[in-house]
T-cell receptor, first 111, second 111 residues
């Protein structure tokens, strides 16, 4: 099992550009999450999907959109990137035994 | 979900036992206590979870008093490789939900 995979690993954008971060899990989990982590800070929840077909806002949803494409995949889109969105983005899936499994992260820089 | 409070940082020496306490005064009846470990440039990794009394696994022990308003993560005989950030979360078992990680406790293990 690959667990949780994320693409790309690194990305540099110019202000105003758009991009989609991809996430997939092969553990058959119902719930998936997107977090951002700024340097020296804890994780902040952007959006989550408790089950296929549903999405909900987390603590910092502004400037982002998500799509739960199917049970395996949960994508995060930045429509018009801003320097304040420079961060490391983590995707996670959640098992019914209270355990979140995290991907390796995407390091995004917005110039 | 219950808000948690933990120390921002702790220092220890190799071979010592480290105890990190988390306060969660408004924990609900069906909530579980979970702990995660995060190394630099990686996503968090689940360590342990518990509901009451004591739980032990190959990595750590978790002590929860009867009133469940706090919990203590115990790391026996730490090594340099235990230097990481440790997060305490209170979760409702098995449901997709709005997780709040907070800043965590930055543990530095010194030689």
């Amino acid at each position: 099992n690959a667990g949780v995979t994320q693409t790309p690993k690194f990305q540099v954008l110019k202000t105003g550009q758009s991009m989609t971060l991809q996430c997939a899990q092969d553990m058959n989990h119902n719930s998936m999450y997107w977090y951002r982590q700024d340097p020296g800070m804890g994780l902040r929840l952007i959006y989550y999907s408790a089950s296929e077909g549903t999405t909900d806002k987390g603590e910092v949803p502004n400037g982002y959109n998500v799509s739960r494409l199917n049970k395996r995949e949960f994508s995060l889109r930045l429509e018009s990137a801003a320097p304040s969105q420079t961060s490391v983005y983590f995707c996670a899936s959640y098992s019914s035994y209270n355990e979140q499994f995290f991907g390796p992260g995407t390091r995004l820089t917005v110039l | 979900l219950a808000k948690t409070t933990q120390p921002i940082s702790m220092d220890s020496y190799e071979g010592q036992e480290v105890n990190i306490t988390c306060s969660h005064n408004n924990i609900a009846t069906n909530d579980y206590i979970t702990w995660y470990q995060q190394f630099p440039s990686q996503g968090p990794r689940f360590i342990i979870q518990g509901y009451k009394t004591k739980v032990t696994n190959e990595v750590a022990s978790l002590f929860i008093p009867a009133d469940r308003k706090s919990s203590t993560l115990s790391l026996p005989r730490v090594s340099l490789s235990d230097t990481a950030v440790y997060y305490c979360l209170v979760v409702l078992r098995g449901y997709g939900q709005n997780f709040v990680f907070g800043p965590g406790t930055r543990l530095s293990v010194l030689p």
